[in-house]
């Protein structure tokens, strides 16, 4: 801290010419800073999980050839949509952190019995378990993260998303960057099945943080007691999620807006594939390109969190911090299309993964904030798992009928650019209905004094 002291005869106390505080740094009140920091560590630490074995996950898919990953992103899909019903009735029928628990300790416990399979019976390891593998990542990677942001949308209101849901996204972005270091030093000694025990402890130690979180007051719920917000049962049916959609125009809309953005990460995914095999690298040279693109993606997503995320929504608006992604996009692959090398891809998919996370993705979870807890667990796990991954396919399936057509990544850019001006167009339509939502339900509901007297009104329904 810089001090200067009074001149003249007399002695001055010091005065500060700087005071650090973090709170304020971050646009975070004080009575905000437990919760927050205990939803940074969760975030941390369930990226850290994921992003330790991603690598492994993209090499082991490649063994059978690309068009293998694309029936494999199939088996993907029917999984998920196989999992969300059973998901929905832990949803119905158990407490909120009773099935946030389940989730992560089944992942958990599937982390264990692969590495049970890797240290006992290694000769059992081939194409076959990679695939099964890389199916069960694709799904363990999207009911992580969107139970995370479940509770999220569920803990806090869409005023404290757009203040701080940027800054819990640095935690999963540390995350990010720490899963891929610890794998490289942690490789040699433990091997890469202890990887995956120290993964699994992670998601234990995310799991013991959420409930942490849980047990905090609630801004979104201020009358209700932490002990009751905990107790409560959503129930429903096991298809509520799926049904929503049909129901509600604005889920429609968030889903249409998943999907094209799955179209956009499949098309990317593809071509660097494609770049990657044409090199011809063996297994651990392919592994390591994976790990050092996942790197400079991590870091440029650092860097946008804490320079911009913080301030754009509150400063943009939801609609035009969604439709910054579709611009990405756009510009992104027409400049790929000219450029057409590995450089380009790498720039494209550093500045396309950052903006994604650092600033659409938090964007987009404050769009689940207006609605009702039922909404926010099985209409986000639908629309986050399986219409995703529906998105996906249909980016796998449309890449090569475009491959097919022999003209490289102009064909790419031909239906990428366009679609991304309808996403766009998407994006401004959803943030000003979230907006008309929140401004509704602000205006329908009592005071919240009760827990967080500096909040005047709720922001949810």
């Known amino acids: 801290m810089l001090v200067r002291t009074g001149a003249g005869a007399g002695h001055h106390e010091p005065e500060p010419l700087m005071k650090l505080d973090l709170p304020k740094l971050f646009n975070v009140r004080r009575d905000e800073i437990l919760p927050v920091a205990l939803a940074v560590g969760f975030f941390f630490c369930v990226l850290t999980a994921l992003m330790?074995?991603?690598?492994?996950?993209?090499?082991?898919?490649?063994?059978?050839g690309l068009d293998a990953v694309r029936w494999l992103f199939v088996g993907t899909a029917v999984v998920t949509l196989l999992v969300n019903p059973v998901f929905?009735?832990?949803?119905?029928?158990?407490?909120?952190?009773?099935f946030i628990g389940a989730t992560y300790l089944f992942f958990a416990a599937s982390l264990a019995g692969f590495y049970l399979l890797l240290a006992w019976a290694p000769e059992a390891v081939g194409t076959a378990s990679g695939q099964v593998f890389y199916v069960w990542f694709s799904v363990f990677n999207l009911f992580s993260t969107m139970v995370f942001w479940a509770l999220m949308a569920d803990r806090f209101t869409l005023e404290q998303g757009k203040r701080f849901f940027g800054l819990i996204?640095?935690?999963?972005?540390?995350?990010?960057?720490?899963?891929?270091?610890?794998?490289?030093?942690?490789?040699?000694p433990v091997g890469t099945a202890g990887l995956l025990l120290v993964s699994s402890g992670f998601l234990l130690l995310a799991l013991a943080l959420g409930w942490g979180i849980a047990r905090q007051p609630s801004a979104a719920d201020p009358t209700?007691?932490?002990?009751?917000?905990?107790?409560?049962?959503?129930?429903?049916?096991?298809?509520?999620?799926?049904?929503?959609?049909?129901?509600?125009?604005?889920?429609?809309?968030?889903?249409?807006y998943v999907v094209i953005l799955a179209v956009m990460a499949t098309f990317l995914y593809f071509t660097r594939l494609q770049m990657v095999a044409a090199l011809g690298h063996e297994l651990d040279g392919r592994t390591a390109l994976f790990a050092r693109i996942d790197m400079l993606t991590q870091i440029a997503t650092l860097a946008i969190q804490l320079v911009?995320?913080?301030?754009?929504?509150?400063?943009?608006?939801?609609?035009?911090?969604?439709?910054?992604?579709?611009?990405?996009?756009?510009?992104?692959?027409?400049?790929?299309?000219?450029?057409?090398?590995?450089?380009?891809?790498?720039?494209?998919?550093?500045?396309?993964?950052?903006?994604?996370?650092?600033?659409?993705?938090?964007?987009?979870?404050?769009?689940?904030?207006?609605?009702?807890?039922?909404?926010?667990?099985?209409?986000?796990?639908?629309?986050?798992?399986?219409?995703?991954?529906?998105?996906?396919?249909?980016g796998a399936q449309l890449e090569g009928a475009l491959g097919r057509l022999a003209m490289g990544l102009y064909a790419i850019a031909g239906v990428a650019v366009p679609l991304a001006f309808v996403w766009i167009g998407l994006a401004l339509w959803l943030g000003r209905a979230q907006q008309r939502m929140a401004t509704a339900t602000s205006d329908t509901e009592p005071a919240a004094s009760t827990v967080f007297p500096v909040l005047q009104k709720r922001t949810e329904p």
């Open 224 to 256: 209700t007691a932490p002990a009751a917000r905990h107790a409560d049962r959503i129930g429903g049916g096991a298809w509520e999620g799926a049904k929503a959609l049909m129901r509600s125009r604005y889920l429609a809309g968030i889903a249409a």
């Open 52 to 64: 330790m074995l991603r690598p492994a996950r993209e090499a082991l898919g490649m063994r059978g």
């Open 169 to 188: 996204s640095v935690g999963g972005t540390l995350g990010a960057i720490c899963g891929p270091w610890l794998a490289s030093v942690l490789v040699r």
């Open 308 to 394: 911009l995320a913080g301030h754009l929504m509150k400063r943009l608006g939801v609609a035009v911090t969604l439709a910054l992604l579709p611009l990405t996009t756009a510009l992104g692959f027409v400049g790929l299309a000219l450029v057409g090398s590995l450089a380009a891809l790498i720039a494209f998919e550093a500045a396309f993964r950052a903006v994604q996370r650092a600033i659409m993705r938090p964007a987009r979870e404050t769009l689940f904030t207006v609605l009702d807890r039922e909404d926010k667990y099985k209409a986000k796990a639908f629309i986050d798992t399986f219409v995703y991954r529906f998105g996906d396919v249909a």
């Open 88 to 98: 929905g009735v832990l949803v119905s029928r158990f407490r909120r952190m009773q």
